[in-house]
């Protein structure tokens, strides 16, 4: 059985991670670390969980106990804890932060998106999970960069969960501001722009197209819904844009290429990516939906770690959307 730890365990993805855990046929948590909530029960705080576990949160840090070490803190303080709580070689690492995304010469995180990376992490000690806005808007992409295929300016629009923003209240995330409302943040400068880019002119250097994202706050608890206008050669056929993309992710775990419209039903509570295409004369529209918490988050971090320790790397994330 892989042994895992948790630092930063209070939060939703780390509540999503448990409950992945908690049923995962290959894995077993030893520990969750979270001082603020030392000694009480995990469903003190992750109160889905009742009925499932009775373990406790530890303030303590029994880290050669483990075989993998999943960070769910906040941006920024991945690197801080790290810093200050040195973990022994063996041990891996998958963070859920974004302070090791971008590769740099000062670290060996490898950018753990599966599509594009498997076989990389399959190799790695240290993994960085992508973000979930990250995550939706490259897996609509990634196809046309393998190709060459992006050479103008991209426009992308982009509706998150509540869930997204995290546990700690704001204004905009309380239900009397959230319900019935929508607004946009951060438009033409959010976080994951980097990692896009980086990931695109890795399968097509000299990618310098502008990204032109416009995040929205949805009304709804989760799920990422995304479209992408992308300029193409109106010459180019839609079946063969089609052709690339099958193409592209017929390999792939859990996304897929679907002929039909896409909703957000059809992926919430699973781990599963969903991608469809439309082309208009020289314009190609991309829509592509994920489950923030899973496939943009907790969903995905075990599936990197399916992938680290060689097992199935369906395993844990059998998971099945809604029907309502």
């Given at each position: 059985m892989?042994?895992?730890?948790?630092?930063?365990?209070?939060?939703?993805?780390?509540?999503?991670?448990?409950?992945?855990?908690?049923?995962?046929?290959e894995a077993e948590i030893a520990f969750v670390h979270s001082t603020s909530n030392a000694k009480n029960l995990l469903t003190d705080?992750?109160?889905?969980?009742?009925?499932?576990?009775?373990?406790?949160?530890?303030?303590?840090?029994?880290?050669?106990?483990?075989?993998?070490?999943?960070?769910?803190?906040?941006?920024?303080?991945?690197?801080?804890?790290?810093?200050?709580?040195?973990?022994?070689?063996?041990?891996?690492?998958?963070?859920?932060?974004?302070?090791?995304?971008?590769?740099?010469?000062?670290?060996?995180?490898?950018?753990?998106?599966?599509?594009?990376?498997?076989?990389?992490?399959?190799?790695?000690?240290?993994?960085?999970?992508?973000?979930?806005?990250?995550?939706a808007i490259q897996l609509g992409l990634l196809p046309l960069a393998a190709n060459w295929l992006l050479h103008e300016d991209i426009a992308v629009n982009a509706i998150t969960g509540s869930t997204g923003a995290g546990v700690k209240p704001a204004a905009t995330t309380h239900f009397s501001w959230r319900m019935g409302n929508m607004s946009i943040?951060?438009?033409?400068?959010?976080?994951?722009?980097?990692?896009?880019?980086?990931?695109?002119?890795?399968?097509?250097?000299?990618?310098?197209?502008?990204?032109?994202?416009?995040?929205?706050?949805?009304?709804?608890?989760?799920?990422?819904?995304?479209?992408?206008?992308?300029?193409?050669?109106?010459a180019l056929p839609e079946e063969d844009i089609v052709k690339m993309?099958?193409?592209?992710?017929?390999?792939?775990?859990?996304?897929h290429y679907v002929d039909r419209d896409l909703d957000l039903k059809q992926v919430v509570n699973t781990n599963k990516a969903l991608v469809h295409v439309q082309k208009f004369e020289n314009k190609l529209l991309i829509t592509s939906v994920i489950d923030n918490l899973l496939k943009g988050a907790s969903g995905q971090a075990v599936q990197n770690m399916n992938l680290m320790f060689g097992i199935d790397e369906h395993a844990g994330l059998n998971l099945k959307p809604s029907a309502f």
């Open positions: 892989i042994k895992v730890g948790i630092i930063g365990g209070a939060g939703y993805t780390a509540g999503e991670l448990i409950r992945l855990l908690l049923h995962h046929p705080v992750h109160e889905g969980l009742l009925g499932e576990t009775d373990m406790r949160f530890t303030d303590r840090l029994p880290l050669k106990s483990v075989d993998v070490l999943f960070l769910c803190m906040g941006h920024g303080k991945s690197a801080e804890f790290l810093a200050e709580h040195p973990v022994p070689q063996n041990v891996r690492i998958i963070d859920l932060a974004q302070d090791f995304r971008i590769a740099s010469p000062e670290h060996d995180y490898v950018y753990g998106l599966p599509e594009l990376n498997r076989e990389e992490i399959r190799a790695a000690r240290h993994v960085a999970n992508p973000g979930c806005f990250a995550t943040y951060k438009p033409f400068r959010h976080q994951h722009l980097a990692e896009i880019r980086q990931s695109l002119a890795r399968l097509q250097p000299g990618f310098e197209s502008s990204v032109d994202f416009i995040p929205y706050r949805g009304d709804f608890a989760r799920g990422i819904f995304c479209t992408e206008v992308v300029r193409l050669d109106p993309y099958r193409q592209f992710y017929e390999s792939a775990a859990f996304t």
